[in-house]
């Protein structure tokens, strides 16, 4: 679409393409949640609750990427900033650019870094009767890396700050 505006109405449109985000005011509902805050809800309830076991869906051999939602603000912004000339350049061909981190984690090692993150010293217990989703999913970050840019947030930072930004509602759904 943007190519088309671009083209039909001399605009200088671009898509950005984010990783997997997650983040502060992500969905922590258990039926609706993405990978990360669907973990990071399983292990503060087992911790809350003297839990010793976490189910996880599938075999924890997919990959993910994921990306702090703060970091793709910035990267935005960071868009937004580029003089004409870097700016225009990423208009040729189509105007999509991904924003990632450029790596991925498998599924079990998410699950460890939020058992970690939490200080959940439990056991992990991957449901194969459930589907694993995609094998991998991971962007080429090549262009936005070309132009100085890169993610300011670890992942082990994002999953602590998604954390303690929740742990109000995390613990209310543990008290009832």
């Not at 960071?78 to 981190?101: C, H, K, M, R």
């Not at 930004?165 to 995390?170: G, K, S, V, Y």
Request: with cysteine; glycine share 8%; charged share 25%.
């Amino acid at each position: 679409m943007c190519w088309s505006y671009n083209r039909q109405f001399k605009t200088k449109y671009l898509a950005a393409m984010p990783a997997n985000l997650y983040g502060p005011g992500d969905n922590f509902d258990p039926q609706k949640s993405h990978v990360l805050p669907a973990l990071i809800r399983k292990v503060a309830e087992a911790k809350a609750l003297g839990h010793k076991q976490i189910p996880v869906w599938g075999t924890g051999k997919p990959r993910r990427e994921l990306l702090f939602s703060e970091d793709l603000a910035e990267a935005c912004i960071f868009l937004l900033n580029l003089d004409e000339t870097a700016y225009s350049a990423l208009l040729d061909g189509v105007p999509l650019i991904n924003i990632g981190t450029g790596t991925d984690v498998t599924i079990r090692e998410l699950a460890e870094q939020v058992c970690a993150a939490l200080g959940f010293k439990g056991e992990l217990v991957f449901d194969t009767t459930k589907p694993d989703g995609t094998p991998q999913k991971l962007l080429d970050v090549t262009r936005m890396a070309t132009l100085g840019w890169k993610p300011g947030t670890t992942l082990v930072d994002g999953i602590k700050q998604t954390y303690e930004a929740a742990r109000p509602q995390l613990e209310a759904l543990t008290t009832r």
